[in-house]
T-cell receptor
């Protein structure tokens, strides 16, 4: 099965700085890569996703990049704000969409 | 729309007891999933279903059973609870769109289960 590794496990940045979270995957058949944000005690919520036919996707302060050859994808958050503090999860799934494989999460703290 | 609703939100069980967690979605999604979330281990798939009447094992299925008798409901059962099953359980659902099946998952609020 797929193996998704996520780094770093914790990340602290000053407000206004950028944050980058990286994930690698093992199955070359994976072709859909969502990112979820989970605030303390809340449900995971999708913040951005990317499909394998695209190298980069951006939504305001959030962007995701995908390198299919190297089998890694990254989440970039610019101009971080305290409300960005949360745990972020990456995931990967194959074309059938039957199973999603999640990374172990990155706890992001934005220091005011 | 309520989205994905999980009941109960909290439960404490004794070792050996059984219980059923209910997940209901009102978005007419084909796919439904049960995950468990443990500290430092992310979300791990227990079982999933690609449609009414069908279920399949995920990454960590042992000790759990599921049923999907109606499209909108997905039940997770613990036949004989063990302390190792103490966790937060999340249900999720997603669309299936044929040639473009990968669609984002929508999660419920979770069920916090403690087994003593």
């Amino acid at each position: 099965g797929e193996n998704v590794e996520q780094h770093p496990s914790t990340l602290s940045v000053q407000e206004g700085d950028s944050a980058v979270i990286k994930c690698t995957y093992s199955d070359s058949a994976s072709n859909y890569f969502p990112w979820y944000k989970q605030e303390l005690g809340k449900r995971p919520q999708l913040i951005i996703d990317i499909r394998s036919n695209v190298g980069e996707k951006k939504d305001q302060r959030i962007a995701v990049t995908l390198n299919k050859t190297a089998k890694h994808f990254s989440l970039h958050i610019t101009e971080t704000q305290p409300e960005d503090s949360a745990v972020y999860f990456c995931a990967a799934t194959s074309i059938t969409g039957n199973q999603f494989y999640f990374g172990t999460g990155t706890s992001l703290t934005v220091i005011p | 729309n309520a989205g994905v609703t999980q009941t109960p939100k909290f439960r404490v069980l004794k070792t050996g007891q059984s219980m059923t967690l209910l997940c209901a979605q009102d978005m007419n999604h084909e796919y439904m999933y049960w995950y468990r979330q443990d500290p430092g281990m992310g979300l791990r798939l227990i079982h999933y279903s690609v449609g009414e009447g069908t279920t399949a094992k995920g990454e960590v299925p042992d000790g759990y059973n599921v049923s999907r008798l109606k499209k909108q409901n997905f039940l997770l059962g613990l036949e004989s609870a063990a302390p190792s099953q103490t966790s937060v359980y999340f249900c999720a659902s997603s669309y299936y769109l044929g040639l473009n099946p990968n669609q984002p998952q929508h999660f419920g609020d979770g069920t916090r289960l403690s087994i003593l």
